[in-house]
Nanobody
């Protein structure tokens, strides 16, 4: 199976940057589309960004487009989320996720087959 472990979360000032990493163990990620989701207190889980298995196509939620960048390094079995110009409303638990369906780029939680445990990102004013 696939195990996903996030790292890189923490506390940052508004306007600052963080880079999240998602390291996979078990089966290689090379054939999986990957995504990041987030969930803020009292809110439902929200899609953030997705990337195809070969990194050729990316897709972003409107709320993060132009500020966040998703990337992957299949040789290292790792997916990244670079977050710039952070805002207090970005505060949430961020989780990486894998979609096993060939050719699909996931954008909703029901498309996800494997989840990481999540890492906390807090943006202060």
């Amino acid at each position: 199976q696939v195990q996903l472990v996030e790292s890189g979360g923490g506390l940052v000032q508004a306007g600052g940057s963080l880079r999240l990493s998602c390291a996979a163990s078990g089966r290689t990620l090379s054939s999986y589309a990957m995504a990041w989701f987030r969930q803020a207190p009292g809110k439902e889980r929200e899609f953030v960004a997705s990337i195809t298995w070969n990194g050729g196509t990316t897709y972003y939620a409107d709320s993060v487009k132009g500020r966040f960048t998703i990337s992957r390094d299949n040789a290292k079995n790792t997916v990244y989320l670079q977050m710039n110009s952070l805002k207090p409303e970005d505060t949430a638990i961020y989780a990486c996720a894998a979609d096993k369906i060939p050719g699909r780029i996931p954008t909703v939680a029901r498309q996800i087959d494997y989840w990481g445990q999540g890492t906390q990102v807090t943006v202060s004013s």
